[in-house]
């Protein structure tokens, strides 16, 4: 039942550790003291309630998404942009696999995967039983024409990459010079082959090409590829094999499901769910009201104001997500589908770039804005992976005095008495941040960050003097837009730990950095030898954080904990990020007809 499982979408960082305390910006009480040395949480990990009386037979779920923009409704795995919209469909749309402990494919979801190192095929074998909502079987044609349609050149998403090609003839179906890609094979009408070229670790984790996701294919046949994304396929009527079904979608405000009685997991014990926006301005007073049963990640920063609202259980999870500082490097060209770096963007200078995560004291932004909720992220390697993260690495710890040095050195000096640093050619340095509006801390956020960068001499200057809507900084971010030198963003993760995604020669790095070096260190990550080497896995593993940490063409700020909180109708709930261990939705009951009061 976790939100993102495969894919990585990009979320708020409002939304990773969201809206709270205080107002204004940049005064003397709201700006982070130095911090102690020590990073982690202050709240402990609940991930489980359980709660008295019988189950009622049916009902209604009752919940919220804590949203400040109307959301997009896309209803397609294939073509979702961001984690609200995941977090829509994590009722009616799953992936083909479950997690284990480890975030590698296990047996238990719709389909299993069997894994011919020697013969370099993967053999997909769905679920008798699996059907769509609609109770049409879902087949070895909807696996296909779902790779398909990721790799048609007529495709809008962005879920195509190079790692695709791993499959024997994606590379010329995409390119137009094939009509089917000669890789795929068809066993029978509930199991697939995929030919590869080669069997790495990422097979584990459910990747090496394969896409894990599936459409269907007897609904979004009948709309052209080019269309699909706009289409009522899409949009108004989805169609999945999760444990309920859309019934009824307010563009951008709720979307209302009905129990799937064709799930493979079993029919669920709840009648209906329905899910409604709440800007996080109203989502205090609308728990404290007890409208909803649960809340898809409460703001953080508002933390002290909920936690003990009556009638609830406040569950607590570390979040798999980070907020990151990113800069903007070079351009994406579509067209050649690769990543240009630009040489002489104004963020070129890497010792510029540490200067700016040195400057930062994220330890005390999560104490004082997010109640401990939040705290420094030392790599781009989420310590949820284990071992795979480095935690030798320190990453920017708060050393202003570091950061100042780092910037002489580099030739940033103020050659005009105004306490702000030209550039290196004596020229004004104006630096264009964006950051994402969201709740009543974004603003003040952001402001502490920009007096931060200050206080070592650099002038940060607000993308057009304001918070950015989530949706137009999402396409301004995307589209690199010219204005924007820097902006501060965060990612939610999938399954797969490897950042070549995030980090490489893909549409997803918004930086718009990559090196010959960070292709290679990036392909060992992932080499033949890490399928049966955890050892060898972990050393290159280690060798990409030290030489992030040092390039910084991203720098992480902060990993933190969400809140969901459960209301004392739902008999039991368990939101574990072991999928193993976490309650599904089709087994959700219900003690009463309304949320508790108490």
């Given at each position: 039942?976790?939100?993102?499982?495969?894919?990585?979408?990009?979320?708020?960082?409002?939304?990773?550790?969201?809206?709270?305390?205080?107002?204004?910006?940049?005064?003397?009480?709201?700006?982070?003291?130095?911090?102690?040395?020590?990073?982690?949480?202050?709240?402990?990990?609940?991930?489980?309630?359980?709660?008295?009386?019988?189950?009622?037979?049916?009902?209604?779920?009752?919940?919220a998404?804590?949203?400040?923009?109307?959301?997009?409704?896309?209803?397609?795995?294939s073509?979702?942009?961001?984690?609200?919209?995941?977090?829509?469909?994590?009722?009616?749309?799953?992936?083909?696999?479950?997690l284990?402990?480890?975030?590698?494919?296990?047996?238990?979801?719709?389909?299993k995967?069997?894994?011919?190192?020697?013969?370099?095929?993967?053999t997909?074998?769905?679920?008798?039983?699996l059907?769509?909502?609609?109770?049409?079987?879902?087949?070895?044609?909807?696996?296909?024409?779902?790779?398909?349609?990721?790799?048609?050149?007529?495709?809008?998403?962005t879920?195509?990459?190079?790692?695709?090609?791993?499959?024997?003839?994606?590379?010329?179906?995409?390119?137009?010079?094939?009509?089917?890609i000669s890789?795929?094979?068809?066993?029978?009408?509930?199991?697939?082959?995929?030919?590869?070229?080669?069997?790495?670790?990422?097979?584990?984790y459910?990747e090496?090409?394969?896409w894990?996701?599936?459409?269907p294919?007897?609904?979004?046949?009948?709309?052209?590829?080019?269309?699909?994304?706009?289409?009522?396929?899409?949009?108004?009527?989805?169609?999945?094999?999760g444990?309920?079904?859309?019934?009824?979608?307010?563009?951008?405000?709720?979307?209302?499901y009905?129990?799937?009685?064709?799930?493979?997991?079993?029919?669920p014990?709840?009648?209906?769910v329905?899910?409604?926006r709440v800007?996080?301005?109203?989502?205090?007073?609308?728990?404290?009201n007890?409208?909803?049963?649960?809340?898809?990640?409460?703001?953080?920063?508002?933390?002290d104001?909920?936690?003990?609202?009556?009638?609830?259980t406040?569950?607590?999870?570390?979040?798999?997500?980070?907020?990151?500082?990113?800069f903007?490097?070079?351009?994406?060209?579509k067209?050649?589908?690769?990543?240009?770096?630009?040489?002489?963007?104004?963020?070129?200078?890497?010792?510029?770039?540490?200067?700016?995560?040195?400057?930062?004291?994220?330890?005390?932004?999560?104490?004082?804005?997010?109640?401990g909720?939040?705290?420094?992220?030392?790599?781009?390697?989420?310590p949820?992976f284990?071992?795979?993260?480095?935690?030798?690495?320190?990453?920017?710890?708060?050393?202003?005095?570091?950061?100042?040095?780092?910037?002489?050195?580099?030739?940033?000096?103020?050659?005009?008495?105004?306490?702000?640093?030209?550039?290196?050619?004596?020229?004004?340095?104006?630096?264009?941040?964006?950051?994402?509006?969201?709740?009543?801390?974004?603003?003040?956020?952001?402001q502490?960050?920009?007096?931060?960068?200050?206080?070592?001499g650099?002038?940060?200057?607000?993308?057009?003097?304001?918070?950015?809507?989530f949706?137009?900084?999402?396409?301004?971010?995307?589209?690199?837009?010219?204005?924007?030198?820097?902006?501060?963003?965060?990612?939610?993760?999938?399954?797969?730990?490897?950042?070549?995604?995030?980090?490489?020669?893909?549409?997803?790095?918004?930086?718009?950095?990559?090196?010959?070096e960070?292709?290679?260190?990036?392909?060992?990550?992932?080499?033949e030898?890490?399928?049966?080497?955890?050892?060898?896995?972990?050393?290159?593993?280690?060798?990409?954080?030290?030489?992030?940490?040092?390039?910084?063409?991203?720098?992480?700020?902060?990993?933190?904990?969400?809140?969901?909180?459960?209301?004392?109708?739902?008999?039991?709930?368990?939101?574990?990020?072991?999928?193993?261990?976490?309650?599904?939705?089709?087994?959700?009951?219900?003690?009463?007809?309304?949320?508790?009061?108490?």
């Amino acid at each position: 039942m976790k939100l993102k499982k495969w894919m990585i979408g990009l979320v708020s960082v409002v939304t990773l550790a969201m809206a709270g305390c205080g107002n204004g910006g940049g005064s003397d009480s709201q700006k982070a003291e130095k911090s102690d040395g020590q990073s982690g949480p202050a709240v402990a990990v609940n991930e489980e309630v359980n709660n008295d009386g019988n189950a009622i037979k049916g009902g209604t779920l009752k919940v919220a998404l804590v949203d400040d923009s109307p959301f997009q409704g896309i209803f397609s795995l294939s073509y979702y942009q961001d984690s609200y919209d995941a977090d829509l469909m994590n009722f009616s749309q799953e992936s083909l696999f479950k997690l284990d402990d480890n975030y590698m494919i296990s047996d238990k979801g719709a389909a299993k995967m069997d894994i011919d190192k020697d013969n370099k095929t993967f053999t997909v074998k769905l679920r008798d039983n699996l059907k769509w909502s609609d109770g049409q079987d879902v087949t070895a044609d909807d696996v296909i024409y779902s790779q398909e349609l990721v790799a048609s050149p007529d495709y809008t998403g962005t879920r195509y990459d190079s790692d695709m090609e791993n499959i024997e003839g994606v590379k010329e179906y995409h390119e137009g010079k094939a009509d089917h890609i000669s890789g795929i094979e068809k066993v029978d009408n509930k199991t697939v082959k995929f030919h590869v070229k080669k069997v790495t670790i990422g097979a584990k984790y459910g990747e090496d090409g394969m896409w894990a996701y599936v459409e269907p294919k007897h609904v979004f046949e009948k709309t052209a590829i080019k269309d699909l994304e706009s289409s009522d396929a899409v949009r108004k009527n989805p169609v999945g094999f999760g444990p309920f079904r859309v019934t009824k979608v307010v563009n951008g405000e709720s979307v209302e499901y009905e129990a799937n009685q064709y799930y493979y997991g079993g029919k669920p014990k709840i009648d209906k769910v329905q899910v409604t926006r709440v800007p996080s301005s109203n989502i205090v007073s609308a728990l404290q009201n007890h409208q909803y049963d649960i809340v898809l990640e409460m703001p953080s920063g508002s933390y002290d104001t909920y936690k003990d609202t009556k009638g609830y259980t406040m569950l607590t999870q570390n979040a798999r997500s980070y907020s990151y500082l990113g800069f903007k490097l070079g351009k994406w060209d579509k067209e050649q589908e690769k990543i240009v770096p630009d040489k002489n963007a104004k963020m070129a200078k890497k010792s510029l770039r540490q200067a700016m995560g040195y400057a930062v004291d994220n330890d005390q932004v999560g104490k004082q804005f997010y109640h401990g909720l939040s705290w420094n992220a030392s790599t781009l390697i989420h310590p949820i992976f284990g071992d795979l993260h480095d935690k030798d690495v320190k990453g920017y710890t708060y050393d202003p005095e570091k950061a100042k040095k780092l910037l002489d050195d580099a030739g940033y000096k103020d050659t005009d008495g105004d306490g702000l640093r030209e550039d290196p050619n004596g020229k004004k340095l104006t630096i264009n941040m964006a950051a994402m509006s969201g709740g009543e801390t974004a603003e003040p956020v952001a402001q502490y960050y920009i007096q931060a960068f200050k206080q070592i001499g650099l002038d940060v200057q607000l993308l057009d003097g304001r918070l950015q809507e989530f949706q137009n900084f999402y396409q301004r971010v995307q589209s690199d837009d010219k204005d924007i030198d820097i902006f501060m963003a965060g990612w939610g993760l999938g399954s797969n730990p490897w950042p070549g995604n995030l980090y490489g020669n893909s549409s997803w790095n918004y930086t718009r950095w990559d090196s010959d070096e960070n292709e290679e260190l990036l392909a060992k990550m992932q080499d033949e030898k890490t399928l049966d080497d955890r050892d060898y896995q972990v050393e290159q593993y280690k060798k990409w954080q030290e030489y992030m940490v040092d390039e910084a063409p991203a720098i992480p700020l902060r990993y933190s904990e969400q809140v969901m909180p459960v209301n004392n109708r739902v008999k039991h709930f368990n939101w574990s990020n072991s999928e193993d261990k976490a309650t599904n939705w089709n087994e959700v009951e219900l003690t009463a007809d309304n949320p508790k009061a108490d």
